[in-house]
């Protein structure tokens, strides 16, 4: 099996894929010298084949490279943790009041996350499409033809579930 864990966290998450379709993500929050990592979901028909792990141990491996801390929200990061006790010097507890400023945090990243699915998918029927694109400006050679760049998404046709 070709599990590849992509950095996208420009889009705010890691993301697994297996043959180009993207089986898995966690997402990821940094708040200065901490990362949150708020929730994490491996697609049910992929779930016990250690892509959660994989992805976890990218998230940290990258967080200790990078010099933070880590705080494990997701059920299965914390616990992922737990079981990696060479990770401990980089888990950091949630400090007193801080709880619902993470919580806040987790769910505007989510809600982002929700917002960029809904941009990307087709309208269903009875939903009124978006407006296209303008076209691009005629090319002044006319050996020239438009690239058709690709923008299809990897994602599975159905949604991933908790890992």
Known sequence: MG????DEREDGHYAAY????RVGFATWVKVKDTVILPHAEVHPSMRGQGIGSLLARRAFDDARAERHLVLPRCPFMRRWADLHPDYRDIVRTPRPGEMVALDNAAHAVRTMESLQDMSHRRPASGERPQAPAPAPAPSSSPSSSPSSSSSSSSSPSSSPARS
Do not use: N, T
């Open 18 to 21: 297996l043959d180009g379709r």
């Open 3 to 6: 599990i590849e864990i992509a």
